[in-house]
């Protein structure tokens, strides 16, 4: 006969086991607002670069002091792995949120340079856990958990530029700082949501001592793959309305809606990319889409008209969804050590990402953007290989 306690355990680990929709839903939506936010950036870098009087490169270097934060993403990691993660998703919205709405207020480029600085701890705060709770309240179904929440990070992306454009319309780049309220809002909302959630650290976490061997091997692969990768996804979506205003002639909403296509593609990627990769394998998943997105995104430079759209779509397809197919392969390898695995991820993540967008600006600066879009795609190239010596390690990767 079972005691109370035994049925009480098994309870849990059937929960643990099933996917919450519920809860995934919670936290994708909280992804959604949060990103909203910093989705408007790359529609305030032209008009930041005109303000200030500054280069490509100096105005994506901004950029990067919303990346620099990233470097504590491992940290935030290995402490989320030993108390409940929830606490530290829940203020991010509203700190994100209030930052980005008084960049506007700035001056300067120092306290531009400032406020995105407190921006990227905010980010960090949040993305560093927040993969890591999709991983214990989905159960088994870790790529479809992942695709839900990256799914709510990219529509965020999508209309964060069409959100700023209209905003910066109505207000100008100094008076929309009331759309900081929304954030507030949402955090009030996770909390009233996570605060009974019943995620719990690991019991089984692994010392740093015996997991570094292994992550060691694993991560430098990844950077690899993530920083050719990162060229390309910051020409299509961070540089995406300069090179349309600079390059093609086009006006700042025609720009705005530019890469709105492609976040709003990268919603329907990232939902589906993870899901299928369940099923299909996850190396199998990355290497259609490293190989599919570069080519897609050269013959967009030379498309018009209706073409041009389609192949927008393409893009933010391919380009953008590979994000929950790598999440969801580092949940597989490290499940004892799903935050700071994710941290590191998310750290590697951001640091090649920053470097992508002050290398793209520079290029762009000494070669042209069409030269320095053309060189991206290229390059991208180069994190195919990649997906051969990443150790996925599961039977479907094992068949292929």
Known sequence: ????GEIKELKAQEQ??????QHVLTVAGAHFVHDTY?????????????QLFITNSLAGSLIIWSQAPSLLNPFIGYIADRVSVRYFIILAPAVTGTLMGVLGLASTYWAMAMIL?????????????????????????????????MAGGELGRALGPIIIAALLVRFGIGGYWNISIVGWIISAVLYFRLRNLQAQPSKNVIPFRKLWPKAQGYFLILLWLMAFRALLVVAVTIWLPTFMQDVLGSDQWIAARALTIVEGAGVVGALFAGTLSDRTGRRWMLMVLLIASPILALLFMNSTGTMSIVLMLLIGITAISPTPVIMASVQDQFPENRAFANGVMLAINFVTRGL???????LADAIGFEQAFFWSCILA???????????????KELAI
């Open 38 to 50: 910093t989705g408007f950036l790359p529609v305030l870098l032209p008009l930041i670069r005109n």
């Open 117 to 149: 600085l407190g921006t990227g701890v905010s980010i960090a705060a949040f993305h560093a856990p927040a993969p890591a709770l999709i991983g214990q309240v989905a159960g088994k179904n870790t790529g479809r958990g992942m695709s839900f929440f």
């Open 1 to 4: 006969m079972s005691t109370a």
């Open 356 to 362: 992508a967008i002050w290398g793209v600006g520079a």
């Open 381 to 395: 190239l180069l994190s195919v290989p990649a997906t051969f010596l990443l150790p996925l390690g599961n039977e």
């Open 16 to 21: 643990n086991e099933e996917f919450q929709t």
